[in-house]
């Protein structure tokens, strides 16, 4: 699991970069007067979109380091079997297997 908290650390670290490029970028509040910057607000809305999701990336990445250091990283949550190393690979934050995110679509 050593290596799975590496590999946390450094996307949480990635993560944690992005934001605060995002935040710079947002601290300039475009012109929301008529007909003017309309595509400089649509970005900036879209921005603060992205940095809401970077931050729940954030906590979600927080918690998986937690869960390592706990012992119950790579347990389903759901049915608590173990969640496929290569899943894990590409969702390193994930919560539940494969099995339970195939039911979870179907209901």
Same mark, same amino acid.
């Given at each position: 699991m050593k290596n799975r908290a590496t590999v946390l650390r450094r996307e949480? %670290? /990635?993560? *944690?970069?992005?934001?605060?490029?995002?935040?710079?970028?947002? %601290?300039?509040?475009?012109? #929301? $007067?008529?007909?003017? $910057?309309? @595509?400089?607000? &649509?970005?900036? %809305?879209?921005?603060?979109? +992205?940095?809401?999701? !970077? *931050?729940?990336?954030?906590? @979600? !990445? %927080?918690?998986? +380091?937690?869960?390592?250091?706990?012992? &119950? #990283? $790579?347990?389903? /949550? *759901?049915?608590?079997?173990?969640?496929?190393?290569d899943r894990l690979a590409v969702l390193p934050d994930t919560k539940i297997?494969?099995?339970?995110?195939?039911?979870?679509?179907? /209901?």
């Amino acid at each position: 699991m050593k290596n799975r908290a590496t590999v946390l650390r450094r996307e949480l %670290e /990635e993560v *944690r970069d992005q934001i605060i490029a995002l935040e710079r970028t947002l %601290e300039e509040k475009p012109d #929301y $007067g008529l007909g003017q $910057g309309a @595509s400089a607000v &649509t970005r900036w %809305e879209l921005d603060q979109a +992205l940095l809401e999701r !970077l *931050r729940e990336r954030d906590a @979600s !990445l %927080e918690q998986a +380091l937690s869960d390592v250091s706990e012992g &119950t #990283y $790579g347990i389903c /949550e *759901r049915c608590g079997g173990t969640i496929h190393p290569d899943r894990l690979a590409v969702l390193p934050d994930t919560k539940i297997c494969v099995n339970c995110a195939r039911a979870g679509e179907s /209901e």
